[in-house]
């Protein structure tokens, strides 16, 4: 028993710890980590597929609370600009979880863009560790990180908007 609660514990610290410096990062403007991942339907989908578009990323875990609980503030954002046929967007599991679980994930935030499983080498490729859940970045037209969150989606989802909004504008002069 003593194991179970320290083990819940343990992932709850990880699923909510912030490091947050207001979304700066030396990583802006760097050539965004390659990944290719199924998704939950099936579908092997690579971060190059969209090479000219504005890429919106959520990092969650399936089984994270505090994940579920901002699924549907990245939901938001995806609405804000899901009718841009420049804009994607893509959840990364990092927790490694079942098909089922994320199906499960996705039902109750109402995301309705792609969830890709067995994500959490991305997790550490963009961020250097693998405890760093609920996290929002944004890939550039070109394929470059122009936004790299450093706290929870709902902390800075106004930057995100902003961000994807000038990414979209500079496609479009």
């Keep these: 028993m003593k194991a179970f609660i320290y083990i819940t514990f343990i992932l709850f610290l ?3 710890a912030s490091t947050d410096s207001g979304g700066f990062d030396e ?3 760097t050539v965004a980590p390659e990944f290719m ?3 939950t339907d099936g579908q092997e989908i690579a971060l190059s597929d969209f090479r000219g578009k504005v890429v919106y990323i959520f990092f969650y875990g399936a089984g994270c609370p505090h994940c579920r609980s901002n699924g549907s503030v990245t939901e938001n954002i995806n609405q804000r600009f899901t009718s841009n046929s420049d804009f ?3 959840g990364l599991d990092t927790w490694n979880t079942s098909v089922s679980q994320n199906i499960s994930f996705q039902n109750a935030t109402g995301i309705t863009y792609s969830l890709l499983l067995n994500a959490r080498q991305s997790l ?3 961020y250097g560790n693998a405890g760093a859940y609920d996290r929002s970045v944004v ?3 070109t394929g470059r990180i122009a936004y790299k969150g450093s706290g929870f989606v709902n ?3 106004e930057k995100v ?3 994807i909004q000038e990414q979209l504008n500079s496609l479009n002069q």
């Design 139 to 141: 890939v550039d037209p």
């Design 124 to 126: 550490v490729d963009y």
């Design 88 to 90: 994607v967007a893509l």
């Design 14 to 16: 990880g699923c909510s």
């Design 37 to 39: 991942y199924t998704s």
């Design 161 to 163: 908007i902003s961000v």
């Design 155 to 157: 902390t800075d989802s």
């Design 27 to 29: 990583a802006i403007g």
